[in-house]
């Protein structure tokens, strides 16, 4: 493992999470890293490119060629763009919170969302990550998976609430379930009062490449709402896996 790599991988994460620049005393006591490493990685990041210093405050941020780099992901793009007419008839319909997630290690991100009008409402942000087997659209999207896939829970299934499936067969078995019905729900797994669903979108080839979903409180998303927004969140799903030229799941 290169370790220096590994560790300007992860200066550089930290300042895309950062809301403000950081400086170096700053990053070095977060990451638990003496303060020349620290000022050193800096100095690569910024010679890369992506990283700035101001030069006033000498405070460090990153570029705009991260976000250039991350928008050249084409297919997360082209699957945001051809969502968003789909997720807003969505949150017209239902008035709750609509998702695009996609699948990276054990954890879903929020590709794009529209909020719901309601004051109260299920809270996420676009780039945020949430663990995929305790969400809607994370348990979608795992239920294509490959049976190995899962392996990586073995030991690390942490109850964030009662309600969490911490129990990797129980996982399974669930997953085993989502597949057969062509959608996902969320019963406050891992936010308490927190509900919601979610059905898988294919790409070209027939895998899955996001899933669609809708969340807000367990005060409105009842059993008998839940299963009325399955029905319209796997139609949503199934226009934007035609959209993405799948004409098959078994491509």
């Keep these: 493992m290169d370790k220096t790599l590994l560790k300007g991988l992860q200066v550089l994460e ?3 999470r950062s809301t403000r620049p950081r400086g170096v005393s700053d990053l070095a006591k977060e990451l638990e890293l003496a303060r020349s490493n620290m000022h050193r990685t800096l100095r690569t990041l910024v010679e890369a490119g992506l990283v700035a210093q101001d030069a006033e405050s000498g405070l460090y941020a990153c570029t705009l060629k991260l976000f250039e780099l991350g928008s050249a992901i084409p297919i997360r793009s082209d699957v945001s763009g051809l969502a968003d007419p789909i997720m807003a008839a969505l949150s017209d319909v239902t008035g709750e919170t609509v998702h ?3 699948l990276e290690g054990g954890d ?10 309601h004051p109260v409402r299920a809270y996420t942000k676009v780039g945020g990550r949430a663990p995929a087997y305790c969400v809607a659209t994370g348990k979608a999207l795992l239920a294509w998976q490959p049976d190995s896939y899962l392996d990586r829970y073995e030991g690390a299934l942490n109850p964030f ?13 669930e997953l085993s379930e989502v597949r057969r ?8 797994e891992w936010r308490d009062s927190v509900c919601g669903v979610a059905a898988p979108v294919f790409g070209v080839g ?7 979903g809708l969340s807000g ?4 998303l009842t059993s008998e709402r839940l299963d009325d927004f399955a029905r319209q969140i796997t139609a949503a799903a199934r226009e934007l896996t035609q959209k993405m030229g799948c004409k098959s799941t078994r491509e």
């Design 161 to 173: 609430t009662q309600q969490t499936l911490s129990d990797l067969g129980a996982l399974r078995e």
């Design 206 to 212: 027939g895998r899955p490449v996001a899933a669609i």
């Design 108 to 117: 879903v991100i929020y590709l794009h969302k529209i909020d719901s009008t």
């Design 181 to 188: 019905q062509g959608f996902a729900v969320n019963r406050g």
């Design 217 to 220: 409180p367990d005060s409105r």
């Design 14 to 16: 930290a300042l895309a």
């Design 100 to 102: 695009l997630s996609a």
